[in-house]
């Protein structure tokens, strides 16, 4: 096959550094656009995005040839220098070191975007800590609690 064709659909989530309210709506409303085209820039294609003030989904087709560490890497020092250069009072903004990375079935795709979507409600309920512990179960994901949160 001359060709190389994929559809590597990724939910990856991620949160401040130290789960500290950084994300507020003002930031928000600029800073979702702005990773939108980090990934973009990267070769990437953001579907959804969305959050609160502590963490981020993203739901995004990612390149065959290109590693995920590599692609959160950028969006995670570009984005953080456009917060601190966009929002001087935001200068301790940071994110955790790692993220979680899960892949998506096509057939999956509505119910995700509408997770997205629905981060504000859902967040009223579940706080940030149960959330990923239960997605990471969901996949079949094993971790060691003392290494999933900074």
């Known amino acids: 096959m001359p060709g190389t064709y994929s559809q590597l659909l990724l939910h990856i989530v991620y949160s401040t550094k130290g789960r500290v309210p950084w994300i507020t709506a003002d930031i928000a409303e600029r800073l979702y656009p702005y990773i939108g085209g980090i ?22 087709r990612w390149r065959p040839d290109g590693p995920v560490s590599d692609l959160m890497r950028a ?19 940071a994110w955790q070191e ?9 057939s999956q795709e509505e119910a995700l975007r509408k997770y997205i979507a629905g981060q504000v409600e859902h967040h009223k309920k579940e706080d ?7 997605i990471l179960r969901a996949h079949g994901i094993e971790f060691d609690e003392r290494y999933v949160f900074d």
């Open 75 to 93: 969006v995670k020092a570009r984005s953080s220098k456009w917060v601190h250069d966009t929002f001087p009072a935001s200068r301790k903004f």
């Open 98 to 106: 790692g993220y979680s990375a899960f892949s998506v079935s096509k």
């Open 39 to 60: 990934v973009r820039a990267e070769k990437g294609m953001l579907f959804d995005i969305g959050g609160v003030e502590d963490h981020i989904h993203m739901y995004l």
């Open 128 to 134: 940030f800590k149960s959330e990923l512990r239960r």
